[in-house]
């Protein structure tokens, strides 16, 4: 404990001394190791960076595979295609992680109703007018309007619009592009012309999405600092501080841990939700493949040109065409 | 011969005198043949044999000179003509004494060949024939019968040992006075002269002897005439032989055998067309394969008089018509009659006309060699074109005037296809109003290059094939059709499939649709006479073509070459404002505030060092945020 303080001391020497003063006062400070409370915190633990690792793959592929689609008139877009085994290989390559990516959704989806239900875990990641307000105090911050910046939770409004972003972006690519990949199907049950709603929206949110990508997540977590927190699973206090400080306080606190103490009623929760979720998720898994595969959109050999016989045999010198 | 007694009319004293003469004569002549080896030659001519007793001038009142001859009768001339005038006139009826015998006789010799020879002569048939009253001189018996002093009475044996070689004497006597004999008939004097044929027919055996007959008489049957000696049965040679089945017989009342064995001096190509202006139509050999091949062989030479090789001017030189030869080389190398075409099959035939088109064309020829027909010819299809089944072969015009005549050439042996484009929205138009517009059979598959369209590679490139004309607005304006139709396509899925395949591998096969899998191929048609539901509904028979689980809502989904508006397909317009206000703001606020966040990090930065450089310690100032300015870049 002594040593932590004195470490949190050091590291935080510019702090402002009122917040400083409340560490000492943290009831139940014993909570941490003394490595965490030193110098790194738990942020993303190994099941949350193992799904990071899928949608980087993922996205990244989708966006490589499915962007020179958008672009293919342009000819660097059409050697990029070659290069990549041609449009047929692409497409292939692009619903494979196409799948990858919704199989991925659905166990977050089931993982999160977990931490939600059964943990009860805080749900830091749900946006609220606070990170409006964080937003504009930002702004007026950097634009040296106001002399303090935001004070922030475990995920800043930068963090959510990002996550909340590609909640969007994957369920519109998902619907959308499941309309493209079974466009029979689909207008089975919706007027033909939302076929190239579909496409167009896809396209654009496509672009939408890898500029974002480019921009505000390149900015954020690699140009800014390289906040290795997603591949190492912990976060340093000194970056605890400059953008999360109210989850370090809550940390601090010993208050950041899942609310769920009894542990004989998690097991109960457990016990109702595992099951169903698991199943639900089975269930959602097996839907996938039965959708992403039954439809015969098209017949697979080139359609006949002609049905008109090419040839009449002629006699040997045909009569001359006057 | 000359066993009779001599007539009584006979005056005695011209006998007595006559017989004189005569006596002397002969003496005279005998001892001058002892040394005379040959006679002299009538005309010039080689040696037609002639019995060694013949005299080495010619009496003189019966012969004129036959350079004076030669003078008068011009060797152009084109039948035998009648040019000396016996002198027979000076003496009156020298030949009564022949007349008196000969007359009457029913008496026959017979020659050491065993052959018989009538001594007795019908003074009717020669007094009606063209050596009787009519002539225009009177001709005697020894005008003919030669040497004359042979057959003075009473006269000796004929020597001659066949009744071949008593006619060749005689016929000897013909060229006295028909120095056309020259150009007459040269295939029998050439033969005679070169002395392979024994059995050559001399004058009498074509002309009649004491009933040689006017010419026109002769010519009632000049092709039976000549049979009777060349009938067609008894030909060696298997295309000599075929040629005359072929046209002996049909032969019209102005034409003989002289037709093409003429005695006139004949260009190349007339003897050509000589032949093969009567041969068959539709004429069955039998090629060396044994296959039997229905060939035209009959040409009118006239055609290529009228061709495009007939006489013309090229970038300002004058040329002649092509003479026959000039593409049938190999036949002018041999001169006629040419030897038979060893062809093997058709498609050696076609091969052999090719290479003579070839020779001038080199540039269309070398593109046809690349296109489907020669490629179909070289796996052995007998049937594939060659350049006179489009061109023709002699009769050959410009092949695209009038503009239909392209389509009608193809549609000689692509009848299907052409019969579909003609009830086309293209084909209509050009036989219906002459559009010179539309497409023809040559503007989608080429000319002489022509491309197998069952190829991926043309399935491929064949949107930009229609985007050539459909992609041009002042020939599209006038039909008031939209110019977008190509770029709609190549931005729509299949249209970027096509494009990416023709792009990155353009041999590769796609089953996406392309132009023709929905429009047709050859049986395009326009849609401006169809109702909206029309449309629909045909539009969904042609999805299903490919999308066979395709139901009514379908066909909407491809937008039909329209771009997206509020009119045509909103909601895909709006999608696409929807996310064009979308991006820029989006972006436009990640941007703003990451400008500001790198403004105020940089500007921190700045206010540290001046601050640092003024010796002032940051951790004294108790307004600076803790870290902000600190960390940045460290």
């Known amino acids: 404990m002594t040593v932590a303080e004195s470490r949190s001391t050091e590291v935080t020497g510019k702090r402002d001394p009122a917040d400083l003063a409340l560490a000492p006062t943290l009831p139940n400070a014993v909570a941490h190791s003394e490595e965490e409370l030193d110098e790194h915190i738990l942020r993303f633990p190994i099941p949350d960076r193992i799904e990071h690792i899928i949608t980087i793959v993922s996205f990244t592929v989708l966006a490589t595979t499915g962007l020179p689609q958008m672009y293919s008139t342009w000819p660097p877009m059409q050697a990029a295609i070659g290069a990549m085994g041609g449009i047929e290989t692409i497409r292939i390559v692009h619903r494979v992680a196409a799948s990858v990516l919704i199989l991925a959704s659905i166990w977050h989806i089931a993982v999160m109703g977990y931490k939600i239900y059964v943990k009860r875990v805080r749900m830091t990641m749900l946006p609220g007018w606070d990170d409006v307000v964080h937003a504009v105090q930002a702004l007026g911050y950097n634009f040296r309007i106001t002399r303090n910046p935001p004070r922030m939770g475990k995920f800043n409004f930068m963090e959510k619009a990002e996550y909340w972003a590609l909640v969007w972006g994957t369920g519109v690519m998902m619907v959308t592009g499941y309309m493209l990949w079974n466009p029979i199907a689909t207008t089975r049950l919706l007027p033909g012309s939302i076929i190239p709603v579909a496409r167009m929206a896809h396209g654009l949110e496509a672009v939408l999405a890898v500029l974002s990508i480019l921009t505000w997540h390149m900015y954020h977590v690699h140009l800014k600092r390289f906040n290795k927190s997603m591949f190492t699973g912990y976060i340093s206090r000194e970056e605890m501080e400059e953008e999360h400080q109210l989850e370090l306080e809550l940390h601090d606190e010993g208050k950041a841990r899942p609310m769920a103490r009894n542990k004989e009623n998690k097991r109960r929760r457990a016990r109702i939700y595992v099951p169903i979720a698991g199943a639900i998720t089975a269930l959602l898994f097996v839907a996938t493949f039965y959708f992403l595969t039954f439809e015969q959109t098209a017949i697979t050999t080139v359609p006949p040109s002609s049905d008109a016989s090419i040839s009449v045999p002629l006699t040997p010198t045909p009569p001359q065409v006057q | ?634």
Not at chain 2, 16 to 24: I, P
Not at chain 2, 265 to 270: D, E, G, I, R
Request: with cysteine.
């Open chain 2, 1 to 634: 011969m000359g066993d009779n007694p001599i007539s009584p009319q006979a005056p005695r004293r011209f006998a007595l005198l006559r017989a004189l003469l005569l006596t002397a004569a002969c003496a005279a002549l005998i001892g001058f043949a002892v040394f005379s080896i040959e006679a002299r030659p009538a005309l010039g001519q080689d040696a037609t044999p002639i019995p060694a007793e013949e005299p080495a001038v010619a009496p003189s009142q019966t012969l004129t000179d036959s350079a004076a001859l030669t003078e008068s009768a011009p060797a152009q001339s084109t039948l035998p003509q009648f040019t000396g005038v016996p002198a027979g006139g000076q003496i009156s009826a020298p030949d009564q004494a022949c007349r008196l015998c000969h007359g009457d006789s029913t008496d026959t010799k017979t020659l050491p060949s065993g052959e018989l020879l009538q001594v007795g002569i019908d003074l009717a048939v020669l007094e009606n024939s063209v050596h009787g009253s009519h002539a225009i001189a009177a001709i005697f018996c020894t005008d003919c019968h030669q040497p004359r002093q042979r057959y003075q009475f009473p006269h000796a044996e004929n020597p001659a040992q066949t009744r071949h070689d008593f006619q060749t004497e005689i016929a000897a006597s013909c060229q006295s006075c028909h120095v056309s004999i020259e150009l007459h008939n040269p295939g029998h004097l050439q033969a005679q002269r070169a002395g392979t044929n024994e059995n050559l027919p001399t004058c009498t055996d074509c002309h009649g002897g004491h009933d040689v007959g006017a010419v026109a008489t002769m010519y009632s049957d000049p092709v039976g005439y000549c049979q009777s000696c060349h009938a067609i049965a008894d030909m060696e040679e298997p295309q000599v032989k075929f040629a005359h089945e072929q046209f002996v017989g049909k032969l019209s009342a102005d034409k003989n055998c002289q037709t093409c064995h003429s005695d006139q001096v004949q260009t190349q190509s007339q003897q050509c067309a000589n032949c093969h202006g009567l041969l068959d139509t539709s004429a069955e050999r039998t090629m060396e394969d044994g296959t039997i091949e229905t060939l035209n062989l009959n040409v009118n030479a006239h055609d290529v008089i009228m061709s495009v090789h007939g006489d013309r001017m090229i970038d300002g030189v004058q040329y002649p018509a092509l003479e026959c030869t000039e593409c049938h080389s190999d036949m002018g190398e041999n001169g006629f009659p040419h030897p038979p075409d060893l062809l093997v099959n058709r498609a050696q035939l076609r091969t052999s006309v090719e290479v003579n088109c070839v020779r001038c064309h080199e540039d269309v020829g070398n593109q046809a060699a690349d296109g489907i027909h020669a490629e179909r010819a070289a796996e052995g299809e007998l049937n594939a074109a060659s350049c006179a089944d489009c061109h023709g072969s002699h009769l050959i015009l410009q092949p695209n005037v009038p503009r239909t005549r392209i389509s009608d050439t193809c549609g000689t042996c692509h009848e299907d296809v052409y019969t579909q484009y003609r009830t086309s929205v293209h084909g209509s138009a050009l036989y219906g109003r002459n559009n010179p517009d539309v497409p023809v059979c040559t503007d989608c598959h080429g000319a002489h290059q022509i491309d197998d369209p069952g190829t991926a590679a043309f399935r491929l490139s064949s949107p930009e094939m229609c985007g050539d004309c459909h992609g041009d607005e002042e020939l599209m304006a006038k039909y008031d059709i939209s110019t977008n139709v190509f770029q709609s396509y190549v931005s729509d899925f299949h249209g970027q499939t096509v494009t990416l395949f023709e792009h990155n591998s353009p041999n590769e096969p796609t089953n996406k649709a392309v132009c023709y899998d929905c429009h047709g191929v050859h049986d395009i048609q326009s849609i401006s006479d169809a109702s909206e539901e029309e449309i629909q509904a045909r539009l969904l028979i042609t999805c299903q073509k490919c999308h066979p689980n395709a139901n009514e809502n379908f066909p909407s989904s491809w937008m039909s070459h329209y771009e997206p508006s509020l009119e045509h397909y909103p909601i895909v317009y709006l999608v696409s404002l929807f996310y064009k206000i979308l991006i820029p703001t989006v972006l436009g606020g990640f941007l703003l505030f990451i400008g500001s966040d790198i403004f105020r990090r940089q500007s921190d930065r700045f206010l540290r060092r001046r601050e640092a450089k003024r010796g002032k310690k940051s951790d004294t100032n108790p307004k600076n945020d803790a870290g902000d300015a600190g960390d940045v870049g460290e």
